[in-house]
């Protein structure tokens, strides 16, 4: 399911408008769904090219593809992404055709400003902040609720074009569609072979994505990480796409707590949560990679995180490997080996084998 939702923040309420479903509350146009993927119950708790610059990787980032960041929460300032071309000075200095793109830039508005007035990518970044606290992130505005589904999927992939070209690490894409793009393919292929992670939501549709795919997590390519989404309980979320070929495992996707406009906390329910968190986790990864000096291909960051994700028999038939990831399981894991690619690598396959001794149904999917 793809959603749009407008709230409006007053003392500790949020109002909320869910977006469009299958059965068709909200905004579905003909050709493309292109939207933040998740929906937020009530009340709470608590320029148009891209940048040529090609900078070297130094800090790990992620680009969060979304509706903004708002930086009422100081620790988002803290992290941010900085264009090393760019000055804030009413110039072009990179010469992308975008002006004092310091931080990154709001495709709707045409700005360099960092506002997010729906809250869907502030709560998705203040996700991957908390399971990777040193990374930088580059938000990079595409989405808006005035925007009709065509001109969204333009500006998303123009959002796209910047995050590869900026080399980032990872691309967070809490959203897609049910139809393909050419276009949005061949730039995830360029990021595959610069190596790039893309994160991308299974969707909220409810739909066996193996018979009708969900983009971009569909398109097939090794740099591609498609994630469901569990309840509370640990049992696969109603709302979830689903696909024993077509989605890598699941994470928690319900009334997830995070960061909201204002600096507010709320709970918003969703594939897009669940993406944010695994993409978090994957961050940490190449954290560890980066601190050996090394590095970690996206297949391998993939390979490593379906291996520590725990199978669940009741997820069977949902993902490729019936598994869901946990927070802990990754940080127990990452805590046990030294700090290399290599080291990773080893543990991918200590895993493979503790599981074939076991005859873990999981093993035998995943090999």
């Known amino acids: 399911m793809t959603e749009r939702s407008a709230y409006t923040l007053s003392a500790s309420i949020v109002l909320v408008i869910c ?16 939207g933040p993927d998740s929906v937020r119950p009530a009340p709470p708790r608590g320029h148009d090219r891209p940048a040529p610059a090609e900078p070297p990787r130094k800090r790990t980032v992620v680009a969060v593809v979304d509706t903004g960041l708002d930086l009422s929460e100081k620790r988002f300032s803290q992290h941010l ?3 090393p071309k760019e000055e804030m000075n009413g110039q072009d200095d990179d010469g992308n055709g975008l002006i004092d793109d310091l931080h990154g830039w709001d495709f709707v ?7 997010d007035s729906h809250g869907h990518g502030t709560h998705v970044t203040g996700l991957i902040l908390e399971r990777a606290p040193d990374v930088e992130i580059l938000p990079l505005t595409y989405y808006a609720a005035s925007l009709d589904g065509n001109q969204a999927m333009e500006l998303s992939l123009q959002a796209l074009e910047y995050a590869v070209r900026a080399n980032v690490d990872i691309i967070n894409y809490s959203g897609g569609g049910v139809v393909p793009s050419e276009r949005e393919k061949a730039i995830l292929e360029l990021a595959q072979r610069k190596g790039i992670l893309v994160v991308a939501a299974a969707g909220n549709e409810a739909t066996n994505t193996d018979l009708r795919h969900f983009y971009p997590a569909n ?12 309840s509370r309980d640990g049992t696969s979320l109603k709302s979830s796409n689903f696909g024993l070929a077509s989605v890598h495992f699941a994470a928690l996707g ?10 507010r906390r709320g709970e918003m329910t969703g594939t897009s949560q669940a993406t944010a968190r695994v993409a978090g986790l994957a961050a940490r990864l190449i954290i560890e990679a980066k601190l050996s000096g090394g590095a970690i291909s996206p297949e391998l960051v993939i390979d490593t995180l379906s291996s520590i994700a725990m199978y669940d028999p009741r997820l069977s ?16 894991q990452v805590n046990s080996v030294a700090s290399s690619a290599d080291s990773i690598d080893e543990l991918v396959g200590l895993l493979r084998r503790e599981r074939a001794a076991k005859r873990d149904p999981a093993f035998w999917v995943f090999r």
């Open 317 to 332: 038939g949902r993902t490729k490997l019936s598994s869901r990831l946990e927070d802990s399981s990754l940080q127990s």
């Open 254 to 263: 319900e009334r997830v707590v995070s960061t909201l406009p204002g600096g």
């Open 109 to 115: 508005r045409k700005t360099p400003a960092l506002t």
């Open 19 to 34: 977006l469009a479903t299958a059965t068709g509350l909200g905004l579905r146009e003909t050709s493309r769904i292109r």
């Open 81 to 83: 992404w900085r264009n």
């Open 219 to 230: 398109y097939g390519l090794s740099n591609i990480l498609s994630v469901g989404a569990v």
